[in-house]
């Protein structure tokens, strides 16, 4: 649709918050962030995009910078309240007809999607409260942030490009997992829906190549796109800000069947990561079905990560919780651990018995589950692939860590077989003063890569 560009400089196209929104906005703001996105660690169970997004609202609010979140595909409405100290307020795009004062145009075009066509109706209403944003602090700096994901930013760089944001608006786009490269990690080269799936994928490439701003976390994220034809020399390195995870209180009170799992007198061998074969599911009950049975009584299986419908051909109709049951049986010693919150599964980790960790993604971006394990005291099982030797080297952790073949079952098996054997190993990790002297360089960067806009 390109009546963006025909209607640049009419009324039209003239967007404000409505007044109950108005009444709870200062009356003047130096710096705003409008961080759009799908996740957001805390008011959902997840991490990776969702933890890079509310490390970076924390960074950016200890900054004095006014931060907004916007989720999308959420249809809860927070009416512009937060109870999370980085941000100053929460909306979804769901309610971006009960908050925004919205012309008759803007109306026509939200009237014309239909219930599946979400990310056209998603990508208007950013651009939407953006302009609200835009309009309600005129000589504000606006930083507005969307992850490449999904093509979110689309219609807002669009917007940008053509002049209907203003110059103190500057829109950033992440590099984090499109859609080709999720397809390619799965191992799924067919589309079911292919008109779908190649309109989201121009509208991915158009952002990361038109905003005013492109970042890509991991090299190798970076030289798939470019090997796929997106221009990318534009683009800039800046691994994101993590989280320093502080020692976890050993008074904690845990929940029964969490404190069984601390108290297990048995090795604690842990599956990392959302429970689906992207993040090598499969790989890993392959190799533990080949474990010698000496060594297998000696350890206690734990799953720690978000239960989701299987998407392999044959198994449609299972979730990975089922599919578990069905696959293990009474055989084994296991748990299966998927209702945490980030933090919470992490304090899990830190607080098992020298814990053995395997990270067996097939592919990755810049994994947050690397940064994130590679601070605690556990032994480390990784698969060799993206951009998990990024992760790791950035915080120099190279302790008790065995690398194996990706989607390499054999490889896998005997990493397992001398992590197990060594246990319980000895193992260095990085010291806080150097992560968040770590930290304080990337965010530094960011901000310079800010001003300079």
Request: aromatic share 12%.
């Amino acid at each position: 649709m390109n009546i963006l560009i025909s209607q640049t400089n009419s009324k039209t196209w003239e967007v404000s918050f409505k007044q109950i929104i108005k009444d709870k906005l200062p009356a003047e703001v130096t710096r705003i962030a409008l961080l759009v996105t799908t996740e957001y660690e805390g008011i959902f169970r997840n991490g990776g995009i969702g933890t890079y997004y509310r490390t970076l609202s924390e960074k950016l609010a200890a900054e004095d910078f006014y931060v907004v979140l916007l989720l999308c595909q959420s249809q809860e409405k927070f009416g512009g309240e937060s109870t999370i100290h980085a941000l100053k307020h929460i909306f979804s795009t769901s309610e971006c007809q009960d908050v925004i004062e919205l012309q008759p145009t803007h109306l026509a075009i939200l009237s014309q999607f239909k219930n599946w066509e979400w990310i056209d109706y998603d990508n208007y209403c950013a651009l939407f409260f953006a302009q609200a944003i835009a309009t309600t602090f005129p000589n504000a700096y606006i930083y507005i942030e969307f992850p490449e994901m999904l093509g979110l930013g689309y219609r807002t760089v669009q917007a940008k490009r053509t002049g209907i944001l203003g110059e103190n608006c500057v829109v950033a786009v992440t590099l984090h997992s499109g859609q080709e490269w999720l397809q390619e990690a799965h191992a799924r080269y067919t589309q079911a829906y292919p008109d779908w799936y190649w309109q989201t994928s121009h509208y991915e490439q158009y952002s990361f190549e038109q905003a005013d701003f492109a970042f890509f976390l991991s090299h190798f994220l970076k030289e798939k796109v470019t090997k796929y034809g997106w221009e990318t020399s534009h683009a800039k390195h800046l691994p994101y800000c993590f989280s320093v995870i502080e020692e976890p209180l050993k008074t904690i009170t845990l929940r029964n069947d969490l404190q069984q799992l601390v108290d297990e007198d048995k090795i604690p061998l842990v599956f990392f990561g959302r429970l689906e074969e992207r993040k090598g599911l499969f790989t890993f009950l392959k190799a533990i079905e080949l474990l010698d049975s000496k060594l297998l009584k000696k350890v206690h299986i734990i799953f720690l990560g978000k239960n989701i419908e299987l998407q392999v051909e044959g198994l449609e109709g299972l979730d990975s919780q089922q599919y578990l049951q069905q696959k293990l049986g009474s055989k084994y010693s296991y748990s299966v651990v998927t209702d945490l919150f980030s933090q919470e599964a992490i304090q899990l980790v830190s607080l098992l018995r020298s814990a053995i960790v395997c990270l067996t993604s097939s592919q990755e971006n810049f994994p947050n589950t690397a940064l994130e394990m590679g601070q605690l005291r556990v032994s480390l099982i990784v698969s060799d692939t993206g951009g998990f030797r990024e992760t790791l080297s950035l915080i120099e952790r190279t302790s008790g860590v065995r690398w194996f073949l990706p989607q390499d079952v054999r490889s896998l098996l005997q990493a397992m077989i001398q992590a197990i054997s060594a246990h319980p190993q000895q193992v260095d990790i990085p010291t806080r003063e150097f992560l968040c002297s770590v930290n304080q360089c990337l965010l530094n960067q960011r901000l310079e890569y800010m001003n300079k806009a």
